[in-house]
Antibody
Framework: EVQLLESGGGLVQPGGSLRLSCAAS????????MSWVRQAPGKGLEWVSA????????YYADSVKGRFTISRDNSKNTLYLQMNSLRAEDTAVYYC??????????????WGRGTLVTVSS | QSALTQPASVSGSPGQSITISCTGT?????????VSWYQQHPGKAPKLMIY???NRPSGVSNRFSGSKSGNTASLTISGLQAEDEADYYC??????????FGGGTKLTVL
């Protein structure tokens, strides 16, 4: 079955760190760019970061640049998001998403169920 | 990167057609044909409905169509059905090599 499964969310204090994981199955993981997209409670979607299929290119939203790091392990079919210096405004459901094609990272045709990150003291 | 501008809500009766607009700038919507649309039901993950301005992924009803003129993209849903009631988001690639979403539009089927 083609699917994405996020994990690693939870409650963390402001200034803390968290690492999210996204396990992929049912498709050739290394052939597609992957992204993280978040959604604050009751709010809209916000793109966070993307990584090429090889992992050689990464892209970030200004709101997380310098604090978040995206990476992937193609041998484990897993995507990661290392989140440091967390702020209250980072509270959201974090989705991992697969791109439609090999050479793009802006069309998300497969989404996980999301994992909730809550930043609060 | 500012969010793309969408109306907060639209509504229509079953069988009717509605259009949702998505306004950006020449640095995103107007500069590239890399616009996509997503449908999101409450508590669910988004679903890709349109990519590259007007293309439908396999399995998406042909009642959904997309277009673009200048800095504004549009999603049209014809023959409205109850199950179309959801939030809709547009998205575009940007000149900063990032991706920007619209604020979202809540579609109510009356």
């Amino acid at each position: 079955e083609v699917q994405l499964l996020e994990s690693g969310g939870g409650l963390v204090q402001p200034g803390g760190s968290l690492r999210l994981s996204c396990a992929a199955s049912g498709f050739t993981f290394s052939s597609y760019a992957m992204s993280w997209v978040r959604q604050a409670p009751g709010k809209g979607l916000e793109w966070v970061s993307a990584i090429s299929g090889s992992g050689g290119s990464t892209y970030y939203a200004d709101s997380v640049k310098g604090r978040f790091t995206i990476s992937r392990d193609n041998s484990k079919n897993t995507l990661y998001l290392q989140m440091n210096s967390l702020r209250a405004e980072d509270t959201a459901v974090y989705y991992c998403a697969k791109d439609l094609w090999e050479l793009t990272y802006w069309y998300f045709d497969l989404w996980g169920r999301g994992t909730l990150v809550t930043v609060s003291s | 990167q500012s969010a793309l501008t969408q109306p907060a809500s639209v509504s229509g009766s079953p069988g009717q057609s509605i259009t949702i607009s998505c306004t950006g700038t020449s640095s995103d919507v107007g500069g590239y044909n890399y616009v996509s649309w997503y449908q999101q039901h409450p508590g669910k993950a988004p679903k890709l409905m349109i990519y590259e301005v007007s293309n439908r992924p396999s399995g998406v009803s042909n009642r959904f169509s997309g277009s673009k003129s200048g800095n504004t993209a549009s999603l049209t849903i014809s023959g409205l059905q109850a199950e179309d009631e959801a939030d809709y988001y547009c998205s575009s690639y940007t000149s900063s090599s990032s991706v920007v979403f619209g604020g979202g539009t809540k579609l109510t089927v009356l």
